[in-house]
């Protein structure tokens, strides 16, 4: 694949918690030969992951600060390579955590006012660190089924937490990247079974290289 331009071309995999963000982005790193770079299993890595599902009005502050600080270090790898044949797949968008998880979170009380505020604040000194990725892959999930994985990956206090909360969460990230104009999307519907079924990851895979211009 050639790509005219200094620097790599960067795919990000978003969508709501459970879309299947991180299996697309690692079939896609296989299928085509990309470079994959995965968010750290939060459980594994935040240290307040578990802590903010038990008690989400003491810890979630914490929580998305760890989450938008962990969004600028990944992306120190991006500002460093320099490779223009490069393709690098992430699986999260770090544009989302204020506008998608602060916004609901603070709808719900688990933020204040001044927090949100501060958040805000954070992300503006932070959003220079962030790479604007080359296009967005948004992975579309129903509530009936985002409640189903998340059931099934059993994250701790992920299960147990509120139904309304996460459907809030889909609701708020389908809005809000319908208004995203930085890069273009590519919307992946559900149905498509990127696991086990070749042809849908091929179809995919046309679109990246359509959208990006890219020869495979």
């Known amino acids: ?41 939060p459980e594994k890595h935040n240290p307040f992951f578990s802590l903010y599902y038990s008690n989400p009005h003491n810890y979630t502050f914490h929580n998305e600060i760890n989450f938008m600080i962990q969004g600028a270090e990944l992306c120190r790898t991006l ?20 506008a998608v998880y602060a916004y609901v979170q603070k709808e719900f009380g688990y933020l204040t006012r001044s927090e949100y505020e501060l958040l805000k604040r954070v992300m503006g000194a932070l ?67 990127v696991k086990s079924d070749t042809n849908a990851l091929h179809i995919i895979g046309k679109g990246i290289f359509s959208l990006l211009k890219i020869n495979d």
């Open 79 to 98: 500002n460093k390579d320099r490779n223009p044949k490069r393709i690098y797949v992430q699986d999260h968008l770090p544009f989302a955590n204020v």
């Open 127 to 193: 959003e220079t660190s962030y790479i604007e990725p080359n296009l967005i892959i948004y992975r579309h999930v129903s509530d009936d089924e985002m409640m189903a994985r998340i059931r099934a990956r059993a994250r701790p206090g992920e299960a147990s937490s509120d139904y309304k909360f996460f459907s809030s969460i889909k609701d708020r990230y389908d809005t809000w990247i319908k208004k995203w104009k930085l890069s273009p999307l590519l919307e992946v519907d559900e149905t498509a079974d």
């Open 1 to 41: 694949m050639v790509v005219k331009q200094s620097k790599p071309t960067v795919i990000s995999v978003a969508g709501p918690i459970a879309s299947g963000k991180t299996t697309l982005a690692k079939l896609l790193t296989k299928r085509f030969s990309l470079k994959a770079l995965l968010e750290p299993a």
